[in-house]
């Protein structure tokens, strides 16, 4: 009876944390990136920071958008390159941040991930960042997910159709190059 317990005290625990680690694991999934250049983005809802529904890309028909999305939090780092690069080229073009988080365990913790997220951003900036959680799967499929550290920045037109595309890193020469496609949509 004594090796009984023994045995269910060691072995109980591997199950569980095997359990666990099959649960995570099946949450997220990598998917293979690609270039939707001249599809559609797909219609997604989200959450800016200040706790609006933002619907993408519906919000902004009629005029072009500029989406970060990212699917790791390192990633953040690519985002803040183009972020200043954009800021300081003076790009004339809206822009949002799309923390795309796809899983079920982080949709369980979504609102405590935003509350994270707000402790890192200035308040005057939440409405520029749209967490995606719900729909985080349509985004992964469109733009894929591999080397997740890489920002996937799309140019939207205003009809919702990417015009534009990079999932490589921040790159002078392709802000340059989004410059001119933005300065093409906006005349």
Same mark, same amino acid.
């Given at each position: 009876?004594?090796?009984? /317990?023994?045995?269910?005290? !060691?072995? #109980?625990? &591997?199950?569980?944390? %095997?359990?666990?680690? @099959?649960?995570?694991?099946?949450?997220?999934?990598?998917?293979?990136?690609?270039?939707?250049?001249?599809?559609?983005?797909?219609?997604?809802?989200?959450?800016?920071?200040?706790?609006?529904?933002?619907?993408?890309?519906?919000?902004?028909?009629?005029?072009?958008?500029?989406?970060?999305?990212?699917?790791?939090?390192?990633?953040?780092?690519?985002?803040?390159?183009?972020?200043?690069?954009?800021?300081?080229?003076?790009?004339?073009?809206?822009? /949002?941040?799309?923390?795309? !988080?796809? #899983?079920? &365990?982080?949709?369980? %913790?979504?609102?405590? @991930?935003?509350?994270?997220?707000?402790?890192?951003?200035?308040?005057?900036?939440?409405?520029?960042?749209?967490?995606?959680?719900?729909?985080?799967?349509?985004?992964?499929?469109?733009?894929?997910?591999?080397?997740?550290?890489?920002?996937?920045?799309?140019?939207?037109?205003?009809?919702?159709?990417?015009?534009?595309?990079?999932?490589?890193?921040?790159?002078?020469?392709?802000?340059?190059?989004?410059?001119?496609?933005?300065?093409?949509?906006?005349?």
């Amino acid at each position: 009876m004594l090796r009984a /317990r023994h045995a269910l005290f !060691i072995v #109980g625990p &591997v199950f569980l944390v %095997l359990g666990c680690a @099959i649960f995570v694991a099946g949450c997220a999934s990598s998917v293979e990136n690609r270039d939707p250049s001249g599809e559609l983005f797909p219609s997604v809802e989200g959450e800016a920071l200040t706790g609006e529904s933002v619907q993408i890309p519906e919000a902004f028909t009629g005029r072009p958008l500029l989406i970060l999305v990212g699917y790791e939090q390192d990633a953040q780092f690519d985002a803040d390159r183009w972020l200043v690069g954009l800021l300081q080229a003076q790009v004339q073009v809206e822009i /949002r941040e799309v923390p795309t !988080i796809d #899983g079920f &365990v982080p949709g369980i %913790l979504s609102s405590r @991930i935003d509350e994270g997220m707000r402790k890192g951003i200035p308040s005057e900036d939440w409405a520029s960042v749209v967490t995606v959680y719900d729909d985080a799967s349509r985004i992964v499929e469109f733009t894929g997910n591999e080397n997740g550290n890489n920002i996937r920045v799309l140019l939207l037109d205003g009809n919702g159709r990417v015009r534009w595309f990079h999932d490589r890193g921040f790159s002078a020469g392709k802000l340059l190059e989004l410059q001119g496609v933005v300065e093409s949509l906006r005349s």
